[in-house]
């Protein structure tokens, strides 16, 4: 029976290292993928995957079970610590009955519980809703403590009844995301229902939703670690299979070592065939994300272009104004779209600076409501094509950094990949756009 089951051993050990395989691949790829994702402000935040960082807050803010602290997500657990002798009897190879006895002891779930809540992420620009549920929580320890019946907390937050063949210990745990809890996050964006605003929340289609108190470089660390230490688990897992079969045929083992390293070879091989395969889909997807991050960009462009027809309508409601508000408001509007990156064209980037000027010239101008929240779009808006062009350069200087690097440079090469140029100040142009106003008091016709 056992030399059958030695049979068997290669192919369970190459099953074993196939799952190992992926396993490694699997944490690659989220290494990969957090490594390509630039860091982005709360007001930076668009549609589609993102990262960000910053503190927990909220308003109403939940309290944990056994900590009692004000927290947006929290889990808690009871454990209770048993012991038994137990006797049994079998039968020898002999064919005689005997008795034994053996000690068992383990610890058993005799309560949980936990709760998480919506909650907003702070950073140094502005807040941002997350919905965790959903997502892939790592929590702090915030309460860890074993006690006997002597002790309060033995029965205040635990059950009153005992499982059996019980010692009466009881381990108390939980872990929770406390309020101000400086947090790491990947997942998608997209808009909220209730406002104008964007949120993260979980999305089938994103390939990652994280919430953790780690930094992003001991996150990045930890799959890194993992995709070492699966693939090298693997290899062992496929020479170990051999190993097994000889040793149940009893073969000489001293000339079987080169089987043995050939085959780690082998799924060395096959590895690196795997990190070819992951690597040229993370290139692909890097420079993807570059387009994406170029069309924002454009978006938010042609959103301050639809307002300063609004911004026009304004200023001819108004009786008393000159030639300069009329050639101001019009250069506004004819900046409509940004040229491809490494294309020069004049920049009006002072856009906000115009509006203000406009208003202080103008008090009738200044005192109209609608102009007022005209004005704070736009302002709104310049940050927003600030914030825009921030995560292109960011991302594309990471894009073209990948293609300078070893090995993923020679990856590069075969989709022939090229460098993409960053986006300076004065990468904008303007179509000439027609601006007529009406007069105050038109003449009658003769």
Request: with cysteine; aromatic share 10%.
């Amino acid at each position: 029976m056992p030399e059958q089951l030695g049979l068997w051993a290669p192919a369970v050990g190459a099953v074993l290292a196939l799952l190992c395989l992926i396993a490694a691949l699997r944490a690659g790829k989220r290494r990969r993928l957090i490594d390509n994702l630039p860091t982005c402000k709360t007001t930076g935040v668009f549609i589609g995957l993102v990262e960000i960082k910053g503190t927990a807050e909220s308003a109403q803010p939940l309290t944990s079970y056994l900590a009692e602290t004000s927290v947006v997500y929290y889990q808690w657990s009871v454990e209770e610590h048993w012991s038994r002798t137990v006797t049994e009897t079998y039968t020898d190879s002999d064919g005689k009955t005997q008795t034994r006895t053996r000690h068992e002891s383990g610890w058993t779930s005799v309560a949980n519980g936990g709760e998480s809540s919506p909650f907003y992420l702070q950073d140094d620009c502005g807040f941002l809703l997350i919905r965790p549920d959903g997502a892939k929580l790592e929590p702090l320890t915030i309460f860890d403590e074993t006690c006997d019946r002597s002790d309060p907390l033995y029965f205040a937050k635990g059950p009153d009844t005992a499982v059996a063949n019980s010692d009466y210990r009881r381990h108390f745990q939980e872990q929770a995301i406390p309020i101000h809890a400086e947090l790491y996050v990947i997942g998608q964006a997209r808009e909220r229902s209730d406002v104008v605003a964007p949120e993260i929340a979980v999305d089938k289609s994103a390939s990652m939703f994280l919430i953790s108190t780690r930094s992003e470089a001991q996150v990045s660390g930890g799959y890194n670690q993992g995709f070492w230490g699966w693939n090298i688990f693997g290899a062992l897992l496929a020479a170990l299979g051999l190993l097994v079969r000889d040793l149940s045929l009893h073969l000489d083992l001293a000339t079987r070592w080169p089987l043995y390293a050939g085959v780690a070879l082998a799924y060395i091989g096959v590895a690196g065939a795997g990190w070819l395969w992951m690597v040229y889909n993370s290139m692909i997807e890097l420079r993807n994300r570059v387009r994406q991050a170029w069309s924002l960009v454009d978006v938010q462009l042609k959103r301050r272009h639809d307002l300063i027809p609004n911004l026009l309508n304004v200023v001819q409601g108004f009786q008393k104004y000159e030639q300069t508000v009329q050639t101001e408001v019009a250069e506004l509007r004819t900046q409509l779209q940004a040229t491809a990156p490494g294309v020069a064209g004049p920049d009006y980037s002072a856009v906000k600076n115009c509006v203000m000027a406009l208003a202080e010239r103008y008090p009738e101008l200044k005192a109209s409501d609608l102009f007022l929240k005209l004005q704070q779009n736009l302002i709104d808006t310049e940050q927003r094509i600030g914030l825009a062009r921030g995560f292109f350069n960011e991302i594309a200087t990471h894009y073209n950094t990948r293609l300078e690097r070893v090995p993923d440079r020679f990856v590069a090469a075969m989709a022939t990949m090229q460098p993409q140029p960053l986006m300076a100040a004065n990468d904008f142009e303007r179509a000439p756009v027609k601006v007529e106003f009406e007069t105050a008091d038109p003449k009658p016709a003769a």
